[in-house]
């Protein structure tokens, strides 16, 4: 079975970074493509990074594109997300996914693997 393990949030000022980070359990992580998503209160599920197995490819959706980047450690079995200039719309429950299929890495139906997710909370 394998078990993500998200941390790193917390409170922070607009225009601050945070780096979150997730630890991925199993010998095999260096197959498994990634990603996060968030969920803000009351609002639907957005699915925001991604990397291939091979960090060879990678995908941003448009609102956190050019702030957040996505990164893996394969030797610490972590993935990372670094999220810089942050805004108060971008409070909200971060997760951790892992697809250990090597499928298309922008959809979130095809992660089967979830963390329980991390807070961030974005003071204006």
């Known amino acids: 079975q394998v078990q993500l393990v998200e941390s790193g949030g917390g409170l922070v000022q607009a225009g601050d970074s945070l780096r979150l980070s997730c630890a991925v359990s199993?010998?095999?992580?260096?197959?498994?493509?990634m990603g996060w998503f968030r969920q803000a209160p009351g609002k639907d599920r957005e699915f925001i990074v991604a990397?291939?197995?091979?960090?060879?490819?990678?995908y941003y959706a448009d609102s956190v594109k050019g702030r957040f980047t996505i990164s893996r450690d394969n030797a610490k079995n972590t993935v990372y997300l670094q999220m810089n200039s942050l805004e108060p719309e971008d409070t909200a429950v971060y997760y951790c996914?892992?697809?250990?299929?090597?499928?298309?890495?922008?959809?979130?139906?095809?992660?089967?693997?979830w963390g329980q997710g991390t807070q961030v909370t974005v003071a204006s």
């Open positions: 199993g010998r095999t992580f260096s197959t498994y493509s």
């Open positions: 990397i291939s197995w091979s960090g060879g490819s990678t």
């Open positions: 996914v892992a697809d250990p299929n090597r499928r298309n890495i922008k959809y979130l139906g095809n992660y089967d693997y």
